[in-house]
């Protein structure tokens, strides 16, 4: 976060002095060509930080939402997806139920799996190690580390299929259930819970591999027709080339946060669209109410729209991020405020000084480290 945070300040910021904030395209490809080392997450954040910025400039001279500027609305309202979670079936039906009567329509689910300690998704609120608060400067502490996970795909393998089984069997076939293996599996694993996991339709298998290697993608699809979605860890429309080229997924994950802001995603997605696959962009709650809100715009604008996730913002996020979008019935919809119709109160922003924190990391049993 700092290093993006000096990118913009120490190197981007002073480019845009005195330049046009109509010429958005331009300013894009300055930013992304003129730097000559590109992409990469901190780059690219820091380009879509500019480039949601103008998009909302832009929108607000003309008076006008930004899905207007983007092709006006393709539909009436964006479906998202919840997260429901349980360290065993109780407690994950029970977190079903919770989505359910919050108006959610569709869930992702992760559970957590026999002989594991702790598991991706599950009670992740108190697995992410954070520095102890002190009020005033924002500062490092040196001492935090990340809180350590444990990891058996053999077990993981064998536990996911049963606990389908049960999520169908109790809730029954229409509602649309997602699964992320967050990159924990080699292609012929994927490929075989893919297989598994056919007899209960699901919307989506998510991160089955490592996303560094689109080949993988290629042994996996030829052995399953569970639907398949990654990205949320892409940069630009090269980390999808062979992935869309030959239609070796069905979603593109990544949020405008990541992947240069309004302007690329909006490219990769008519790309994606000549390959029939469709949008979903990534949305937990550390894209923040900006990002999510240049989203929703994106994702009522354009006509291969899949779904958006969305995991709800703490109180707190809610009064920083003063935000015209609204979730109602499991639907999201941008709102008619000129912009992206997000207002950040700094003053209140300030009072919440940056406290720096880790993901877990993951380790095998004999203590190998493995993909988180
Ligand atoms: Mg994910």
């Not at 930004?66 to 092709?71: F, I, K, R, T």
């Not at 393998?157 to 967050?182: K, M, W």
């Not at 089955?208 to 993608?217: G, K």
């Amino acid at each position: 976060e700092l290093s993006v945070v000096s990118y913009l300040r120490d190197h981007v910021a002073p480019l845009l002095v005195g330049t046009d904030p109509h010429r958005i395209e331009d300013t894009w490809q300055l930013l992304y060509r003129g730097a000559y080392w590109r992409r990469g997450p901190v780059t690219m954040a820091a380009i879509a930080a500019v480039d949601v910025a103008l998009w909302d400039i832009k929108a607000k001279v003309a008076g006008l939402p930004l899905y207007q500027l983007l092709g006006g609305a393709s539909r009436d309202r964006v479906r998202t997806y919840g997260h429901a979670n349980g360290a065993d079936l109780p407690e994950l039906f029970d977190s079903v139920r919770a989505r359910l009567a919050e108006g959610y329509t569709a869930g992702r689910i992760q559970t957590g799996v026999p002989g594991l300690k702790t598991v991706y998704g599950v009670h992740q609120g108190t697995a992410i190690a954070e520095a102890d608060g002190v009020a005033g400067a924002p500062r490092l502490d040196q001492t935090a580390r990340p809180v350590v996970e444990d990891w058996d795909t053999r077990a993981y393998l064998r536990h996911i299929p049963t606990v389908f089984e049960a999520v169908r069997n109790e809730f029954g076939p229409e509602i649309p259930l997602l699964h992320d293996a967050h990159h924990r599996l080699t292609p012929i694993e994927a490929a075989r819970l893919g297989k598994s996991l056919e007899p209960y339709d699901l919307f989506w298998l998510e991160d089955c591999t490592p996303a560094e290697n689109q080949d993988a993608l290629r042994l996996v699809r030829e052995h399953t027709t569970t639907p398949l979605a990654i990205g949320e860890v892409f940069n630009t429309v090269f980390d999808y080339q062979t992935l869309v080229g030959e239609q070796l997924i069905d979603y593109v994950r990544s949020a405008v946060t990541h992947f240069g802001g309004v302007s690329p995603l909006r490219k990769l997605f008519d790309y994606a669209a000549q390959h029939n696959i469709k949008s979903a962009i990534h949305g937990p709650e550390d894209i923040s109410p900006v990002g999510m809100a240049a989203a929703i715009h994106l994702d009522l604008a354009i006509h291969n729209f899949g779904i958006q996730e969305y995991s709800g913002y703490t109180d707190r996020t809610h009064e920083v991020f003063q935000h015209a979008f609204t979730f109602t019935d499991g639907h999201l919809h941008p709102g008619e405020a000129a912009g992206i119709g997000v207002e950040l109160d700094e003053e209140m922003a300030a009072g919440h000084p940056y406290a720096p924190a880790y993901l877990p990391v993951n380790r095998l049993a004999d203590g190998t480290v493995h993909d988180w």
